[in-house]
Each structure stands twice: as C-alpha cells, then as structure tokens.
C-alpha cells in the first residue's frame, strides 16, 4: 500500500488577503489586489501596476518580528504563512520526530537592489578599472550583511527549519512560475517513500523591485494597462495583453495519513496526484501544441488513480499573457477530449496577479477550499473570451458546485510544467 498524503495545514498571504479565509473571502466575491506600484517607484517603467500585499507586518504573526526585520519581503511572507500553516495544523509543540519533518519550498530570488551595485562599481571606478580595495571598503559601508545573503533562494527554507525546528530534507525548487506547485509534488513523494512524515510545503516570493519588473517588461510579458489596474489581469479575455505580477506566500502541511490520524489532526483533503514535465523548447513560450502541459496533467491523473471525468474544477494557470491562455486551453481539451465542455475552469490569478514561485501553492489551497465549500471561484474581467479561449472560465462570479477531485496547473518560463490532483479526504 503507497503511503497516502494528507493536509492538514494551510497558510496565505496575497495580495487579496493576509491570511487563508481572508483570501478566500476575496476569491469567492471577486475582489482583486492590483493597483499602482508603491514598493519603489516605478512612474518610468512601461508597466506601473502590481499586486502587492498591502499592510503586511510579519509582528502580526510572530512574536520574534524584530528579529527578521531586515530579511527580504519573500523570507518574511514564507515566515508567516508557514507560522500560520503550523498553528492550523495543531503542530505547535506536537511531539514530532523532528528527524522526520521536513520543508520543501519553491521560492526565488530576495529582494534584488542591483541600482546599489552599481553604484558601487561606478564609485569604484579608476580609469576604466575597477579598484577591488576600493570596492571592498564601499562595500562593507554600504550593504547590509543580512540582505545580501537572503538573496540565495534557499534561505527561505532555511529559514522555516530553523523555527519549527524541521530537521528533515530541507529543499529548495527554483522551476520558475511552476516551483511551489512542483514543491508540493516532490514533498508528497518524499512522504510516500518513508523519508518524512511531515513536511512544510508550497512557496513565497516578491518581484515587485525594478530588476525583477524591468526583467519581465523586457520580455514583454506583463499587462500595461496602467490606467486601469482593477481590469489589467483578464485571463482567456479577448483583450489580454499579459501577466499582472504579484507577491505572496502558501504553505501546506503535507502529513502521512496514518501520522496525522495518530495525533488527532483534522484532515482539511488529500494531495492525490502530480506531474511534472519540461515542454524541451523555448524560454518564454510554451509547445504550441501544449505538450509538456498535456503530459504532466496526464501523469497527475494516472498518479492519482483518477478519471477525467472524475475533475469537477480545474483551476489554470491563466497568465492572461495571450500565448498562455489559447496553448493551456488546447492542452485542457486534449487531456479531457469531449468532457472538456462540461468540466468548470477559472484562473484566480485574474484577482491576486501572478505569485510567480509562491502561485501553485496559493492555488492549491484555493482548491482545497473549493472542495469544502463546494464554491468555485470566478476569473474576474473575462468579458470577451478569444477566439481561442472557448471552455468554461467561470466568468466574472463564483459558482456553487459539489466537486470532490480538482486539478490544478503550473506552467512556467523554460517550459516547466507541473499539475497536481488534489480530493476530498475519504478515509
């Protein structure tokens, strides 16, 4: 018998909410979290809109702020979602084999000041050269010991060990936009191996400082539509012009069954399945026939032992960027052939923007939620569905519906590709 795996935790912080039922209040009512960027300034930037997580203070969650305050906004939001997972879960102070508990996070980059760096070179600077002594003294002065090592993407993980006192695998994912969705699958099969029991799961991430924007402007991947931020993230909509990125954090507890019945934990559903795929084909731009998300929603399907016909929701990756849309709608059809009409899909990504590493884990809680409430949340500012874009996007509202298997879809830049199949907990 393989090891099943349950959850029994979650925490959020997002753009629309700073904990899981504030989030989710704002999904099921269609709220969105974009607006004008106020995190640097951004008036020369052909892209001027975010979705930032407003109001956010790491003191709300933990006693010990003061002692992450110079930490980066993505160690801060992995910090809190995980404090928020633990205490959901009933582990604080649990008596764990702490051997056995692990974290495995998809995350990214700190946050980047590369404008200091050059500063630095340029203050540096002697006839074309540059002064390394010179260089060395400026920069003792002048950076911050703490902020530039949290700029090596495994910090995060490391971070959430050291606190909850998690001395399993610690692991890092970096597959881009697919990375915590990708966490959540590789933790779920270290728990059904037999390496862990417990594992603290999913992502955090923030782009949102002018190397990271100005990255994905050259790419010309983001929405900017600047004067009108509320409608800028419109998946599968006829006048989608890209991604609006965002910020956050999601952190699962994923726990072997029988562990997490021992100690009484109450089971919130069962990650079931999950695929993982490279499309082996461009930077930026997905298989035009899909076939990296085709494949990882069909190895999710057969590792979960589940039918198409069984998903009652799917929730896409829906960047809003054009090509992301009509190539994941055409993978959809190809997994589900027929069915693909009757099955519900939405991209929550219309209201909380892009989460960039932390946004597979943000959505599986989602669908998590969709499954205990029976709601499935709606892809706001779909008003004209292209040409190309032509299944059920749950437009504009929320549905109520009984679903009791769902799958949800990362796909990320370098043609990373994950699904995961997530259920209703039966025992």
């Not at 002064?131 to 993980?157: I, M, N, Y």
Request: glycine share 12%; with cysteine; charged share 25%.
């Amino acid at each position: 018998m393989r090891r099943r795996v349950v959850v029994t935790g979650m925490g959020a912080i997002t753009p629309v909410g700073r904990d899981v039922e504030s989030t989710w209040s704002s999904l099921r009512e269609g709220r969105g979290g974009v607006g004008p960027i106020t995190l640097f300034d951004a008036a020369t930037f052909a892209t001027r809109i975010a979705a930032e997580v407003k109001g956010f203070d790491l003191a709300d969650y933990r006693a010990d702020a003061d002692r992450w305050r110079e930490h980066s906004r993505t160690s801060q939001f992995a910090l809190a979602a995980a404090t928020q997972a633990v205490a959901h879960a009933g582990l604080d102070g649990a008596d764990l084999d702490r051997s056995r508990f692990g974290v495995y996070l998809g995350s990214g980059e700190g946050q980047q000041d590369f404008g200091r760096f050059v500063d630095l070179v340029h203050g540096s600077n002697r006839g074309g050269k540059v002064d390394t002594a010179a260089f060395t003294s400026r920069g003792v002065r002048t950076l911050h010991a703490v902020r530039e090592d949290d700029q090596e993407p495994g910090k995060a993980a490391g971070h959430l060990a050291s606190v909850f006192g998690a001395r399993g695998a610690n692991m890092t994912c970096q597959t881009a936009c697919a990375a915590s969705a990708q966490a959540l699958g590789e933790a779920c099969e270290l728990i059904r191996r037999g390496e862990l029991d417990v594992v603290l799961a999913g992502g955090a991430h923030s782009m949102i400082h002018p190397l990271g924007v100005t990255g994905f402007i050259l790419l010309t991947a983001m929405s900017t539509r600047n004067d009108d931020p509320a409608r800028a993230s419109r998946p599968f909509d006829r006048d989608r012009d890209g991604f609006v990125l965002g910020e956050g954090g999601g952190v699962l507890v994923l726990e072997e069954l029988e562990h997490a019945k021992a100690r009484g934990a109450t089971i919130h559903g069962e990650l079931a399945g999950h695929g993982s795929t490279a499309d082996a084909f461009r930077l930026t731009d997905s298989h035009d026939e899909g076939r990296g998300a085709v494949a990882a929603m069909r190895i999710a399907l057969a590792d979960a032992g589940v039918e198409p016909s069984e998903i009652g929701y799917i929730n896409a990756h829906g960047t809003s960027t054009p090509s992301n849309d009509s190539i994941e709608t055409l993978a959809i059809r190809k997994v589900f052939g027929d069915g693909a009409d009757t099955i519900p899909v939405s991209s929550t990504k219309s209201m909380t923007g892009h989460l960039v590493s932390a946004g597979g884990a943000v959505e599986a809680i989602a669908c998590l939620l969709a499954i205990r409430d029976g709601v499935l949340p709606p892809t706001i500012n779909l008003e004209n569905p292209g040409h190309d874009c032509d299944l059920d996007y749950i437009p504009r509202e929320a549905r109520s519906k009984r679903v009791d298997a769902v799958l949800s879809n990362s796909f990320g830049f370098g043609g990373q590709n994950t699904a995961l199949v997530l259920r209703r907990f039966e025992g």
